[in-house]
Protein backbone atom coordinates (compact mmCIF):
# COMPACT_ATOMS: atom_id res chain seq x y z
CA UNK A 1 0.00 0.00 0.00
CA UNK A 2 1.15 3.38 -0.73
CA UNK A 3 1.25 5.61 1.93
CA UNK A 4 0.78 8.70 -0.39
CA UNK A 5 -2.67 8.91 -2.24
CA UNK A 6 -3.96 11.98 -3.76
CA UNK A 7 -5.47 13.30 -0.62
CA UNK A 8 -3.74 16.28 0.95
CA UNK A 9 -1.02 16.10 2.89
CA UNK A 10 -2.46 16.96 6.33
CA UNK A 11 -4.62 13.84 5.64
CA UNK A 12 -1.68 11.79 4.81
CA UNK A 13 0.13 13.30 8.23
CA UNK A 14 -2.63 11.94 10.05
CA UNK A 15 -2.73 8.34 8.69
CA UNK A 16 0.70 8.33 9.00
CA UNK A 17 0.65 9.46 12.64
CA UNK A 18 -2.14 6.75 13.30
CA UNK A 19 -0.27 4.31 11.49
CA UNK A 20 3.33 4.95 13.09
CA UNK A 21 3.18 7.29 16.06
CA UNK A 22 3.52 4.12 18.67
CA UNK A 23 6.35 2.83 16.78
CA UNK A 24 8.18 5.61 16.59
CA UNK A 25 7.45 6.70 20.34
CA UNK A 26 9.04 2.84 21.14
CA UNK A 27 11.73 3.40 19.01
CA UNK A 28 12.47 7.01 20.45
CA UNK A 29 12.22 5.14 23.98
CA UNK A 30 14.63 2.52 23.56
CA UNK A 31 17.05 5.12 22.16
CA UNK A 32 16.79 7.92 24.58
CA UNK A 33 16.16 5.47 27.79
CA UNK A 34 12.58 7.72 29.06
CA UNK A 35 9.00 7.58 27.93
CA UNK A 36 8.47 11.18 28.14
CA UNK A 37 11.49 12.65 26.48
CA UNK A 38 10.40 9.82 23.47
CA UNK A 39 7.05 10.94 23.61
CA UNK A 40 7.99 14.79 23.60
CA UNK A 41 10.46 14.39 20.23
CA UNK A 42 7.56 11.82 18.48
CA UNK A 43 5.49 14.62 18.80
CA UNK A 44 7.86 17.08 17.54
CA UNK A 45 9.12 14.97 14.37
CA UNK A 46 5.34 14.95 13.18
CA UNK A 47 5.41 19.04 13.84
CA UNK A 48 8.56 19.00 11.32
CA UNK A 49 7.02 17.17 8.79
CA UNK A 50 3.53 19.23 9.25
CA UNK A 51 5.47 21.98 8.38
CA UNK A 52 7.81 20.65 5.80
CA UNK A 53 7.38 21.84 1.99
CA UNK A 54 8.98 18.67 0.98
CA UNK A 55 6.35 16.13 2.60
CA UNK A 56 4.60 14.81 0.13
CA UNK A 57 7.95 14.39 -2.57
CA UNK A 58 10.13 12.56 0.18
CA UNK A 59 10.06 8.86 1.10
CA UNK A 60 6.75 8.10 -0.19
CA UNK A 61 6.92 4.44 -0.07
CA UNK A 62 9.37 4.38 3.26
CA UNK A 63 7.35 6.42 5.44
CA UNK A 64 9.04 5.03 8.56
CA UNK A 65 12.50 6.14 7.18
CA UNK A 66 11.20 9.64 6.93
CA UNK A 67 10.15 9.26 10.49
CA UNK A 68 13.42 7.74 11.96
CA UNK A 69 15.29 10.47 9.46
CA UNK A 70 13.96 13.36 11.15
CA UNK A 71 14.08 11.65 14.57
CA UNK A 72 17.23 11.13 14.44
CA UNK A 73 18.81 14.62 14.24
CA UNK A 74 15.75 15.60 16.89
CA UNK A 75 17.97 13.39 19.10
CA UNK A 76 21.37 14.83 18.36
CA UNK A 77 19.67 17.96 18.86
CA UNK A 78 18.17 16.85 22.70
CA UNK A 79 21.84 15.14 23.56
CA UNK A 80 23.10 17.98 22.29
CA UNK A 81 21.03 20.43 24.54
CA UNK A 82 21.52 17.90 27.70
CA UNK A 83 25.24 18.07 27.56
CA UNK A 84 25.16 22.28 27.39
CA UNK A 85 22.13 22.07 30.05
CA UNK A 86 24.26 19.65 32.41
CA UNK A 87 27.46 21.45 31.91
CA UNK A 88 25.59 24.42 32.71
CA UNK A 89 23.85 23.64 35.52
CA UNK A 90 27.22 22.02 36.68
CA UNK A 91 28.92 25.69 36.14
CA UNK A 92 26.42 27.46 38.33
CA UNK A 93 26.30 25.29 41.31
CA UNK A 94 29.56 26.79 42.37
CA UNK A 95 28.04 30.06 42.82
CA UNK A 96 26.59 31.04 45.75
CA UNK A 97 23.01 30.49 46.56
CA UNK A 98 22.27 34.43 46.50
CA UNK A 99 24.45 34.84 42.97
CA UNK A 100 22.40 31.96 41.59
CA UNK A 101 20.67 33.11 38.57
CA UNK A 102 16.39 32.56 38.72
CA UNK A 103 15.28 29.91 36.85
CA UNK A 104 13.72 31.60 34.18
CA UNK A 105 16.86 33.12 33.45
CA UNK A 106 18.61 30.06 33.97
CA UNK A 107 16.69 28.76 31.05
CA UNK A 108 17.40 31.51 28.85
CA UNK A 109 20.70 31.64 29.30
CA UNK A 110 20.42 27.89 28.51
CA UNK A 111 18.40 28.05 25.59
CA UNK A 112 21.19 30.86 23.91
CA UNK A 113 23.76 28.57 25.41
CA UNK A 114 22.25 25.89 23.11
CA UNK A 115 22.00 27.92 19.99
CA UNK A 116 25.79 29.33 20.53
CA UNK A 117 26.49 25.55 20.43
CA UNK A 118 24.75 25.10 17.44
CA UNK A 119 26.55 27.80 15.89
CA UNK A 120 30.04 27.11 16.47
CA UNK A 121 28.92 23.12 15.40
CA UNK A 122 28.04 24.66 12.15
CA UNK A 123 31.37 25.86 11.10
CA UNK A 124 34.03 24.18 9.72
CA UNK A 125 36.86 23.11 12.11
CA UNK A 126 39.86 25.79 10.43
CA UNK A 127 36.19 28.89 10.66
CA UNK A 128 35.36 27.97 14.34
CA UNK A 129 39.03 27.96 15.89
CA UNK A 130 39.63 30.90 14.63
CA UNK A 131 36.50 32.39 15.80
CA UNK A 132 37.00 31.08 19.07
CA UNK A 133 41.09 32.25 18.76
CA UNK A 134 39.47 35.92 18.08
CA UNK A 135 36.30 35.75 20.63
CA UNK A 136 37.57 33.65 23.88
CA UNK A 137 41.49 34.66 23.85
CA UNK A 138 41.09 38.00 22.39
CA UNK A 139 43.81 37.57 20.01
CA UNK A 140 44.37 39.79 17.51
CA UNK A 141 43.99 38.66 13.49
CA UNK A 142 47.40 39.00 13.05
CA UNK A 143 47.91 36.97 16.30
CA UNK A 144 45.69 34.19 15.15
CA UNK A 145 47.64 34.70 11.40
CA UNK A 146 50.78 33.86 12.98
CA UNK A 147 49.45 30.87 15.02
CA UNK A 148 47.64 29.25 12.59
CA UNK A 149 50.02 29.82 9.78
CA UNK A 150 47.80 31.19 7.79
CA UNK A 151 47.57 34.73 5.53
CA UNK A 152 45.73 37.54 7.51
CA UNK A 153 43.30 37.65 4.24
CA UNK A 154 41.99 34.11 5.14
CA UNK A 155 41.74 35.18 8.96
CA UNK A 156 39.67 38.12 7.89
CA UNK A 157 37.66 35.95 6.00
CA UNK A 158 37.12 33.56 8.66
CA UNK A 159 36.10 35.99 10.59
CA UNK A 160 33.89 37.09 8.43
CA UNK A 161 32.03 33.80 7.74
CA UNK A 162 31.85 33.53 11.72
CA UNK A 163 30.64 36.25 12.18
CA UNK A 164 27.90 35.71 9.23
CA UNK A 165 27.16 32.93 11.22
CA UNK A 166 26.71 34.30 14.31
CA UNK A 167 24.05 36.83 12.17
CA UNK A 168 22.16 34.22 11.55
CA UNK A 169 21.17 32.53 14.88
CA UNK A 170 20.54 35.83 16.12
Known amino acids: MSFLSDQSPAVNVESLYCNDHR??????????GNAHDAADLAHDTFLRIL????????????PRALLTHIAKGL???HWRRKAVETAYLDAI?????QHAPSAETRLLIIEALVRIDTMLAGMTPRIRQVFLMAQLHGMTLAQISEHMTMS???VRRDIQKALLACLAVA
Open 93 to 97: SQLPA
Open 23 to 32: WLQGWLRRKL
Open 51 to 62: SSQAFNQHYSNE
Open 75 to 77: VVD
Open 152 to 154: LIT
